[in-house]
């Protein structure tokens, strides 16, 4: 007799009843959760993702470095090395800017780096799609 006050035929009767419990549990708990995959690209080392897509785009919004640096609280020399970096591994330039005055400085995407954000977008939905796809699969079915 178990703690459950039943006798099972044999351990493997028991071990089957647990796992199926055990089971149940787990997909109640596989219903409240969800895959997050980050997409990068790299060469020898990681150069763009996520969050350089996002200074991209802040960028592109306020057409200014410094607000889109005070936009993720980094700091403007870190931002110039990440687009030093960048426009180094891709090959072209990410960023056009004009020298400031009393208003300051401003920066614009190039045609290239706008087409980069779309296509990595779009890859990054797509992937979320998929990511969810292959969860379901086998954490739900």
Do not use: H
């Amino acid at each position: 007799m178990n703690s459950y006050g039943r006798s099972f035929a044999s351990p493997l009767e028991y071990y089957s009843i647990m796992r199926n419990q055990t089971v149940i549990k787990l997909k109640s708990l596989y219903k409240k959760i969800k895959p997050v995959v980050r997409v990068s690209f790299l060469k020898s080392e990681k150069f763009f993702g996520k969050g350089i897509a996002e200074l991209l785009l802040l960028i592109d919004k306020y057409s200014t470095i410094q607000k889109a640096c005070k936009s993720m609280k980094m700091s403007y020399s870190k931002a110039w090395k990440i687009i030093d970096r960048l426009e180094k591994e891709l090959g072209f330039k990410v960023l056009e800017t004009k020298a400031g005055g009393k208003k300051g400085g401003e920066s614009f995407l190039t045609d290239e780096a706008k087409d980069l954000l779309m296509r990595y977008s779009r890859m990054s939905k797509d992937f979320d799609k998929y990511i969810i796809k292959v969860y379901k699969k086998y954490f739900l079915s």
